[in-house]
């Protein structure tokens, strides 16, 4: 199993449902060294998916004190693949270590790196 983190859409129902083919059981993290912005959508899939036209998006701080909350997702190879797929070229997705120890696969603004 993989692990993903999710601040965003893939919290929401019907994201899950659209993107996995079923509801993701998930526990509560928190990222530190990030803060939240936001980029627009205009993939009309994601758009769809989600009602929003624009999605929150993770930006690097390296500031310990700024802090993201949200759920790690346990899923497959093949449902993470499909978060790929869902997100848009404006993330890319790298692994991080949580405050609780736990390590996940995030999706960041390439251009905070």
């Not at 199993?1 to 601040?7: P, R």
């Not at 190879?77 to 070229?89: F, G, I, M, R, T």
Request: aromatic share 12%; net charge negative; hydrophobic share 35%.
């Amino acid at each position: 199993m993989e692990k993903l983190f999710s601040y965003g859409t893939l919290q929401y129902p019907q994201v899950q449902l659209d993107t996995f083919g079923r509801l993701l059981e998930g526990q509560s993290a928190t990222l530190l060294g990030y803060v939240i912005g936001e980029i627009e959508i205009t993939d009309a899939a994601v758009l769809k998916s989600s009602g929003q036209r624009f999605h929150p998006a993770l930006l690097y701080t390296g500031n310990q004190n700024d802090t993201v909350n949200g759920t790690i997702y346990a899923i497959t190879k093949q449902e993470l693949a499909q978060a790929d797929e869902y997100e848009v070229d404006d993330y890319q997705r790298i692994a991080q270590q949580f405050k609780c120890g736990a390590n996940a696969w995030v999706y960041v603004v390439k251009s905070s790196l």
